[in-house]
């Protein structure tokens, strides 16, 4: 999402608690910063919509937003700064997810979410997608052994390269949804931007990766 | 498809040529009697519209279709024998894929079609879906070494089940599309079933899926 340069942010940003500054000085303590014992990291967290929503769902897990348009995350900032009660297990950081490795410790990640992530149609800029090969391989060492790697996209074509660029990395396919709003799941946030996409019919893909196929006990139940 | 009983349709397929009736008969032979090289097997081939289309446009490639009903087998066989110019590159056999084993050597099939199957949407029938693990099992035992698993449907409940099927089977996941109709693929058929889902505007799910991860020269030129 690009959008005109606000006068404001950057200035907004520095004044900004929420945004964690010195990024690296919390790697490996993440979860001691954030009184928690699951950490998510949503990677282009955009105006924070989602992040915001989950973290007051799931009190008990620390939500951290990455995102690298200054703009964007000054209004996601400000959109905390706005709330009457803010959460305390936030973080943002503002910044290329490329510095994952020097803000997280190896393994100290459980969750990382990536929603909506820009498309990059044109085949010459496919390695900037998030679920390219190289951000794969960078995922795999800040997730924990049993992390996983939560996508959704109204996007087809982005689905389908992600699917394949996985199964490439040797991640197993935890669970799939080629219409993932057909059923309602109250525990994760539907965002204004998802909305839009359901209010047209079309369709929200989503996938579940893991390192490994570790013996799921939820499948007895279903 | 279950369908109302057609009085003529025993009668009809007893003298109808094109239904193969020693099935076991050609086990290891199917490419020497319809001359050809690589072998295509539909498994629920319905009214054998796909089948007969694809017969027509790769007439290289032999065409076999499997269906269990009577009823549905004698319409194919019918449209057949009606057309003004008949294939020789094909046949049908009538009876059940568990039977897959017993009428085709190990590796005697290029490629194999899931097209539109029956999605038994009820849990306790899941084991009857034609992408449930047991007819994976078969179908690698017949299937080429370099052979594949081509699956069409519209339902995607079935969809998503049988990429997690085939996974926990081993499979490589050769392509994926969730909308494969945005794209025209001439290469191959649109039957009239298929262009009524087309026509509705829902989408057509597609995957292949193969043994191994081959190298695949395709990739190279994309």
Known sequence: MRMRKL???E????QADIVIKEQSKYKGT???KLSCTKLHVEIGCGK????L???????????IGIEKDTNV????ARKYDRQPQPSQNIAFLLGDAQALQEWFEVGEIDV?????????????????RLSHASFIAMYRQVLSENGEIQMKTDNSSLFEFSLLQFQEGGWYLHDISVDYRRISHDEDAVTEYEQRFMDLQQPIYRAVWKKFPYIN???KKR
């Open 7 to 9: 006068p404001w942010a």
């Open 11 to 14: 200035e907004y940003i520095r």
């Open 30 to 32: 993440w979860k001691q």
């Open 48 to 51: 924070g919509d989602y992040l």
């Open 53 to 63: 929503r989950m973290s007051e769902k799931d009190t008990e897990s620390g939500w």
């Open 73 to 76: 995350m000054a209004i996601a």
């Open 112 to 128: 990382l979410h990536l929603n909506f992530s820009d498309p990059w149609p044109k085949k010459r800029a496919h390695k900037k």
């Open 217 to 219: 006990t939820d499948k």
